[in-house]
């Protein structure tokens, strides 16, 4: 049910001055109309590169969305596993082109604005044989310490438990991980004694 589009504010506007294209039209063969026909012909793959560029960005944002149309939905603990393989796959272009088409550019969601590497997420293994992203797994990780009791907050340890127990199998260390990059500090400075 999402669109993507790109933003026209957000690309060049660019053209081809129609006083020196027309200039090209003469016949004759002289430096000047040479040098002209020249750098036309240049403007012109330049205006082609330009089109094909955004032609690309748009494919790979819209597979972006189609593959995490749920954390569009229902937010961060709905992102699915996604490389830059799976895009490439998907569109029949290569990783690298992907890595370089989503660096620097940023998608506008009703959840806000996010890069689309943003997107990218790696894969944890779950009982359900589904994959679970690590972001996630961040998301679930931040729900379970804003709702915690203040006076005995949840450990690491804890937290994996309560992910084993939801069918996702999580280290210990890999909490404490998901946890820093949270900035969220270990349960014994988040406990409060009143």
Request: hydrophobic share 40%; proline share 4%.
């Given at each position: ?23 090209v039209k003469r016949a ?53 596993p996604l490389v830059l ?86 280290a210990r260390r890999t ?20």
């Amino acid at each position: 049910n999402w669109t993507v589009e790109l933003n026209p504010d957000a690309m060049p506007k660019v053209k081809i001055n129609a006083t020196y294209a027309a200039m090209v039209k003469r016949a004759d063969n002289s430096n000047d109309n040479t040098y002209l026909r020249n750098h036309l012909q240049e403007a012109r793959w330049f205006l082609k590169s330009l089109q094909s560029r955004n032609e690309t960005l748009l494919k790979v944002a819209s597979e972006i969305v189609k593959i995490q149309s749920d954390f569009l939905d229902f937010g961060a603990e709905a992102m699915k596993p996604l490389v830059l393989h799976d895009i490439a796959t998907a569109v029949d272009m290569h990783e690298s082109t992907i890595s370089r088409v989503t660096t620097q550019k940023f998608m506008h969601t009703p959840a806000g604005i996010f890069e689309l590497k943003y997107f990218f997420s790696s894969h944890v293994d779950t009982d359900s044989g589904m994959g679970c992203s690590s972001t996630a797994i961040r998301a679930i990780i931040k729900k379970l310490v804003a709702a915690e009791t203040p006076t005995k907050p949840l450990s690491d340890s804890k937290i994996a438990h309560i992910l084993a127990d939801q069918g996702i199998k999580v280290a210990r260390r890999t909490i404490a991980k998901y946890r820093e990059a949270l900035m969220i500090p270990p349960s014994n400075e988040r406990k409060q004694l009143i």
